[in-house]
């Protein structure tokens, strides 16, 4: 086998963070009587977005996340409203939210079944993510998990992954490959780290930080074997 030690992204590749967050942004919203449009999702998502790239090139802290965007969402509708009420709802909300990505059991069915070392690694927060690994029924196919709060460095950094690989085995980064769908976090990590990478998502889209690009999960047992 051509790699068998997989560095396994969550949001966006096994989980639909998306869809997700849109459904608790609804809830938010309408738990705090506040108007919220299709227009002002999209705002947000795009604020989001900022702050979260900002956090991988290293710019700003995570704290600054989560109550930040809200914190800007509102600024820009000149509203007041009580954020950090807002986001506790809202992450506790996110908790609780799990939509899986099409095929993400029977791919990690498919690699336990081939004897594959799986490590999930991600830069979301433990507080949510642990949660709603563990309401999604895949928490046995997914023994180990990395978040970077616990690391105390996030993707792309290489610190992020030479934490993982003194954790696992420093001899084991030949054989590894990240699977993810960022650009940035994902394969610039990959990159950075010196291992192999795949990008779960639009062909048209990668770069040469790719070294291998699926737009179905399971065709990645075929990039492995």
């Known amino acids: 086998m051509r790699y068998d030690v997989i560095l396994l992204d969550i949001d966006g590749t096994l989980f639909d963070f998306l869809a997700s967050s849109r459904e608790c942004l609804e809830q938010t919203f309408a738990r705090f009587g506040l108007p919220f449009s299709d227009g002002d999702r999209e705002r947000f998502f795009a604020i989001n977005n900022g ?28 509203e007041a409203p009580d954020v950090p009420a807002i986001n506790r709802y809202y992450m506790a909300r996110l908790g609780q939210s799990c939509h899986v990505i099409p095929h993400a059991r029977e791919l990690l069915e498919g690699l336990t079944a081939r004897g594959c070392e799986i490590h999930a690694v991600t830069n979301g927060e433990s507080l949510t993510q642990l949660p709603r690994i563990a309401a999604s029924g895949l928490g046995h196919l997914l023994p180990s998990v990395f978040v970077s709060d616990d690391v105390g460095a996030q993707k792309p950094t290489r610190e992020f992954f030479d934490f993982v690989f003194r954790a696992i085995g420093e001899e084991k980064r030949s054989r590894a490959i990240v699977l993810g769908d960022s650009l940035t ?12 990478t795949c990008l779960f998502g639009d062909r048209q889209k990668a770069d040469d930080r790719c070294d291998f690009v699926v737009s179905d999960l399971l065709d990645f047992l075929d990039v492995i074997a």
Not at 53 to 65: L, T
């Open 185 to 196: 976090s994902d394969m610039q990590g990959g990159r950075n780290a010196g291992v192999a």
């Open 51 to 78: 702050f979260w790239v900002a956090y991988e090139r290293g710019e700003i802290e995570k704290a600054v996340i989560y109550e930040g965007r809200f914190y800007r969402f509102f600024e820009e509708r000149g």
